[in-house]
Structures are given as C-alpha cells and as structure tokens.
C-alpha cells in the first residue's frame, strides 16, 4: 500500500512531493479529493484535480477509477469537464439579494430551484471597486463553499448586478359595483388588494397595474397604491403583457437602439463570394417573418464518395449589421433572446434588423455566413468549410407546400423546383438521416401543441401540427450545421459558447431506476449512461397503455440544456461538440458563434473582441437565465389563455391525465387543451392517502387504490381564476388498484422512522 511521502502538508495538495521516477508516490484519500473538489470548484477536472495531489501515470488511472466509484456511490456528479459534490451550486450562477446577516453582510439565495430541497444560503462578499449591490437585487456571481456548518453553504464574490426591481407587484384593477378599487391577483398566491381613491395614480378599469402592497391592519384586505399603469386587459395582446412584466422581459426598445437600427445601410459585396445564383430556398412556418436560414444540397460529385451529398446552410449574417458593445449589441445581450407568445413576438433586435436586412428574404440580396458540408453515403459527415456571401434565396416555402410538393401535390411555385432544388433536398435528409438513426440521439415522443387565436386575442382553438418530414429535414440540417461550428472554432482554438447538455444526475437516475422496476422495466446502471439506453426503454413501452407515462418520466428525469465556455457534449443529441449558430436573429447565444467564426477564419473585423472571449462565462450564464425566463413566461401565457377560455365552462366534465403528483394533490392537463389544473388530496374522497414519490403516485392507506402520473382520468371543472391562469378540478374517476401501493406504505414509514433516528430529537441532519 502507498504511504504518504514525509514532509508534505496534509491540507495543501500543491505542496506534494513531485519526483519522477519515485514508485512510492502520495495517493490522497477519498475525503481529501471530496474536500479539495468543495473547495476548488473552479480547478476540479480529471486533470486539475492530479496536478493538486502531483499524480502521474498509474495515478492518474487510479484517480480516474476513484471519482467514478465517488460518481456511483452518488458523492459526486459530473458537470461539464468538473466534478461537483452533489446539489453544489454552479461556480457562476444567478443569485437574489435577500437580507443582510448579523455583521451586516448581504446574504442571497439562487434565482433559480437547485434540485429538491431549500435552497442554500450564499453569503455574499463585496470587492473593493467592484459592482455593489443591496436587497431586492438580482446578481451574477461566483461561488466558493464553504466550511462553516452553521452559517451559509457558500460565500459568493459579485460578478454583475441586474437592474433593480421595485417591490411592486402585478395586478388587475377593477371598480366594483358600490365604487370601491380592488386589485385582482394575477399571481396564484397573490391575495386581493384595496386601492384607496387618493392612492388610484389615474388607474382604469381592467388596466395592468403595477402596485405597491401597504401594511394591513388585523381584519379586512391588504390596501396598495398605484405605482404604474402598464397597459390595458380590454386591448390585444394583453396577456402577454402580464407575463411580459412579471418576468421584467425588456420588450420596448430604447431610442438609441432604434437610431442605430434606422441609420444602418445594406452591407455591401465587397469581401464576399458571391453565391447570388445558387438555388438556397427557406422552408418556414407560413407565418415566419424572419428567415434565419436558408438550404441546398447536391449528389457529392465527387467518385471517392458514392452514393454522398454534399449539403449547404446559409444563415443570415447578423455581426455584419450588430456590433460588438454598440446600442443594438448591449440590447440583443440584455434580451438574450426572442420570446415567443401565441398573441405576440418580443424580438431580440428591432424589426429594422429581424424582418428586413438580415432577413433571407425571397428574392433579395442578403449577407450570410454558410457552411458547406459533406456527408457519406452512411451519413457520416467528411469535411466542412465556412464561407461568408452574398445569396439571394430562390423561394420562401411553409412546411406544408414543401412537403405537399415532395408528396406529388405541387404548386405554382414549387413545380418548377421540384426535381432541381427540393428532391435533391430530401434524397440528402435520408442519407443524413442514417447517420442521425446510427447516432442514436434521445428519442421521445411528446406532442407540441399551438394555439390558435381569433382577432380579438382570445383562444380560438387548440391544435397539434403534423411533425412533416420537411420539419426534420430542415432540423437535421441545422444540428449539423450547428456541430460544424463547434468542430471549426474547437479546432481552431477559438474560444466559443457551447450548447451543453448535462446527461441525468445519479440521483435522477436512480429515482427513475426504481420507477421502472415498479413496471417491470430495468435501466443499466453507471455513470456513463447513453441516450440509446433511454430509447431501449421508450421503444419496449411504445403502443403500450403506460407509453405516456414512461415518456413524461424520462423527460423528467433529464437535465436542463444551457450555455457555456466549458464543454460537456450534448446528451440528449449524442453529440461531443455543439453550438448554437443556426439563428443568430433571435438567439444571441449564435451571434457570438457568428463573430468567432469570423476571428478564427480571419473573415472581416467584425469578429469577437478579447473583451468577450474574457466575458463568455459571464454572457453564458446570462443567456441561460434568459431563456429560462422566456420559457417560463410562454408557459404562463399559454395558462392564462386557457384559463380564460374555459371560464364560462365551469361544472363541465373533461377527459384528462395526471400531469403531476405531489403530497398535496395531483396536477391534471386537459390533452385537448393542453393546459393544467390541480386537484387537492383534501378532495379525493375520505381515505387517507399516501405520496409514493418512487411510482408517482397517491394512494390510499385502507383500500391500496390511488391515482398514478400519466392515468387517463374524468375530471369536473370547479374554480377558474384567468389572471392566474389557474383552474382547480374535482375527481370523478374511481382510484384505481396500485401494485405494491401496501408495500410503499411500509417502506415509506421505515424510512420516516430512520431518518428521524438520524436526525437527532430536534429532527436536524447534521
């Protein structure tokens, strides 16, 4: 056995004896690699961590078998190329300004859920010269944990602070009938307020308004004061506007924004190839606005090549027109993204920009950076090159008419590119299609729905859209076009912001392992697991009644994608490298792609500045936030527009599944609708029921029968309140018999029983 060289500190890894040749080297114990990963999140790769601890050789082997066996016994996990001890914090991340501690220290928590639980407390410390923050702010901040077991979890050093948010929150007015002002809740939590007449600031019936909460006295409704009239519910496109504020998306664009946008002029041929008379077409929805991208494809000509295509992606040169920390560059970062209503657009750049100059439009001289690839017979891709042009598209095509035209239905304007430019198109998807079936990405099947609205912006109907073939093949082309990218700036040593994807936690997998088991199904285990091993399960259960079922569960059993400096791969699309540079009008994550295209092929000066090659971890966390925000923000809107729409349908009976299952009740999604509601346990009848998390389900203790996620239920309507986008049901469905329910119910009390052994007679871990 190894023993420990004399003279080296136990609690300094760098100060190990590095010798070569030496057979007696220092091997560090489990708990030292814990410690040092803890307190080194930002040095705790493979390869940082055996540079610590001087590992050489059969060391580094030694090593690699350890922190998978700390990965197994689910003391670590994996995040990008680090180790992290499981539920750490991101080394950058998002945190709120809470309060202050006794010494008057800010303390925060993270803006957003870290896995189950509380949320850890983040101390944090204010550098001199550095951005200062107070309470109620929102920072960019890195990390540190930290020893101390009574006092925060982490101690984090500021990186940027948000702009502040007043304490304010949203809400209807309204004029009652006696001539009273109240306040109606847009938030599900949010109680009713009073508005005295002194404190209505101009307010109007069934305005938006923001408002300031006053203190309360014992008995009666909280009061509040008018501080903002953002906009009126009687006009369209008046949801959104709810969502729109609450999440503080930026969705008016400030003059000097829009100056800039108004002065710019088309870019001209000079330092381009000119690819005007190549047939690139774009296939979009039938009510796209912006092109983004436009493609083409041939039979590879070359003989060494049988049978392999040689496929084009065109897409709109954004860095031509935004540059680097001007007006239109600082806005496109502050919005992150384009957000996407039902009854609305926030762009991410003004129209000037999105509809009109960068935009592929159908006959029009337009800049773009393509990428030219290709691909075997076997789909596998051989070569890439990137070039910057001039293109002119041949045709703007919706989904439908290209695929009508591939299905023998042309018409006037897809005839004569038939045989020339679109079966060309489809005879290279199904050559990298093949490759697409050999890599294995994830596979699951769950149904996007749209809703439909009429002119006055109320929901008209719900539909789901055929998934054409034209879809794929468009997105086919884009992931490659995308992991071109990546490959290039990799290879070129240019720094980059991935698109990563995180494969599930230990913890995930093992949650989702012993709810298979419950159905008989079995998943590998490992830390190194493999999407195919996903699609094994998927593929066992297709057609089956509990089809729906498994594909929510190993939904959620996945991790959420983001950007970031650092690379990981992408799991669900079984990818070493991948970036997103395919839609750099509405993403901004692709405008930074696009610039250090053009610095490490040397394609103009509008390239990446070393001032945002220093600032991609910083950006990266930023555009993540924001497309969290714009999802969580178009999830709501759809809520308030059902909400809305079935009101009038209260007492109605609707066929529905459980969506979610908590200890308080079950979420139920109408599929026609695709919106939820919630059912408390209070009301499920008078037994006494049990929350098995591991079967997701309630049962109840006497009879064994329950509900489970994904069961096909009937269910009445009982409350709407619209606003909130909330709907309560009642239960007509019997419970039905749940294999094992008894068991679980056992099991579930020796664990409360142990756990509280564990936790001493006060009930706190330590």
């Not at 503080?248 to 005007?276: C, M, N, T, Y």
């Not at 003004?350 to 075997?376: H, K, Q, V």
């Not at 088991?517 to 999407?531: E, I, K, V």
Request: charged share 30%.
């Amino acid at each position: 056995m190894a023993r420990r060289i004399s003279g080296r500190s136990h609690g300094d890894p760098r100060a190990a004896d590095t010798r070569r040749g030496t057979r007696d080297q220092y091997r560090p114990s489990r708990d030292e690699i814990l410690r040092y990963i803890a307190e080194n999140p930002d040095r705790s790769g493979k390869r940082e961590i055996a540079k610590a601890f001087a590992l050489r050789g059969d060391d580094r082997a030694w090593l690699k078998d350890l922190l998978r066996d700390l990965q197994d016994e689910g003391l670590l996990e994996k995040s990008r190329k680090r180790h992290i001890r499981p539920g750490a914090l991101p080394h950058v991340t998002v945190l709120d300004v809470i309060g202050r501690d006794d010494e008057g220290g800010l303390l925060g928590r993270p803006a957003e859920q870290q896995g189950n639980g509380e949320p850890p407390l983040v101390s944090i410390r204010v550098s001199r010269g550095g951005p200062v923050a107070g309470i109620g702010d929102r920072v960019l901040a890195k990390t540190f944990p930290t020893d101390d077991p009574t006092g925060p979890a982490y101690t984090a050093r500021i990186m940027k602070v948000f702009e502040k948010r007043k304490d304010a929150v949203l809400g209807v007015f309204r004029v009652m009938k006696d001539g009273t002002f109240r306040i109606e809740p847009v938030e599900r939590r949010q109680p009713e307020l009073i508005v005295d007449k002194e404190f209505q600031n101009g307010a109007k019936n069934g305005d938006l308004v923001e408002v300031e909460p006053s203190r309360s006295g014992r008995y009666g409704l909280p009061r509040a004061k008018v501080l903002a009239v953002l906009g009126s519910l009687t006009s369209e496109k008046a949801v959104s506007m709810i969502a729109i504020h609450a999440h503080d998306i930026p969705h008016i664009f400030p003059s000097d924004v829009l100056a800039e946008a108004e002065a710019l002029k088309p870019v001209a041929l000079q330092g381009r190839e000119d690819w005007r008379d190549l047939p690139l077409l774009t296939i979009d929805p039938a009510d796209a606005k912006d092109h983004d991208d436009a493609v083409y494809a041939v039979p590879d000509p070359d003989e060494a090549n049988p049978g392999g295509v040689v496929v084009t992606v065109a897409i709109a040169d954004v860095a031509a027109y935004v540059r680097p920390n001007s007006a239109l560059d600082r806005e496109a970062l502050k919005r992150g993204n384009s957000v996407y209503f039902p009854d609305r657009v926030v762009p991410m750049l003004p129209e000037r920009i999105s509809n009109n100059l960068c935009s592929l439009r159908e006959g029009e001289d337009r800049p773009a950076i393509a990428t030219r690839m290709t691909f075997s017979a076997e789909g596998r891709k051989i070569r890439h090159s990137f070039h910057r042009v001039m293109m002119k598209s041949a045709a703007k095509l919706a989904y439908p008419q290209a695929q009508a035209a591939i299905d023998g239905v042309p018409d006037d304007k897809t005839g004569p590119l038939l045989d020339s430019v679109l079966k060309p198109l489809w005879d290279a998807y199904a050559v990298l299609k093949r490759g697409r079936d050999a890599r294995q990405p994830l596979e699951l099947d769950l149904p996007e729905r749209k809703i439909l609205l009429k002119e006055d912006g109320t929901v008209d109907r719900v539909i789901v859209p055929e998934r054409l073939d034209a879809h794929k093949l468009i997105e086919e082309f884009m992931i490659q076009a995308n992991v071109a990218a990546a490959e290039t700036l990799e290879a070129k040593k240019q720094p980059l912001i991935y698109r990563i994807h995180d494969g599930p936690t230990l913890a995930k997998q093992e949650s989702l392992r012993e709810f298979l088991q419950t159905l008989g199904l079995s998943l590998t285990r490992g830390a190194q697991m493999r999407p195919s091993q996903f699609n094994s399960i998927l593929e066992r259960v297709r057609g089956a009644d509990n089809e729906a079922l498994v594909n929510e569960v190993v939904l959620r059993s996945q991790s959420q994608a983001e950007y970031n400096p650092d690379n990981i791969g992408h799991f669900g699309l079984n990818l070493r490298r991948y970036a997103h540079f395919t839609s750099p009008i509405r993403r901004y994550a692709d405008l930074i792609v696009h610039r250090g295209l053009i610095a490490a092929l040397a394609l103009g000066s509008d390239r990446l500045t070393r001032g945002e090659e220093e600032r991609l971890a910083e950006t990266g966390a930023l555009i993540s936030t924001a497309e969290r925000r714009a999802m969580a923000a178009e999830r709501e809107t759809v809520d308030r527009l059902i909400a809305a729409y079935l009101a009038e349908r209260v007492d109605d009976r609707f066929d529905a599944r459980i969506s979610g299952v908590t200890k308080a009740g079950l979420f139920v999604q109408l599929p026609q609708f695709g919106a939820d509601g919630f059912i408390p346990v209070s009301s499920l009848g008078d037994d006494y029921y049990i929350f098995d998390e591991t079967a997701r389900s309630l049962f109840g203790e006497r009879s064994g029968k329950g509900y489970q996620l994904a069961d096909r239920v009937e269910v009445r309507l009982v409350e709407v309140a619209p606003l909130a986008g909330a709907m309560r049901f009642e239960m007509l469905s019997a419970p039905k018999p749940l294999p094992g329910s008894k068991r679980s119910f056992h099991k579930a009390k020796g664990r409360a029983r142990a756990s509280q052994s564990r936790s001493g007679p006060r009930g706190r871990r330590r």
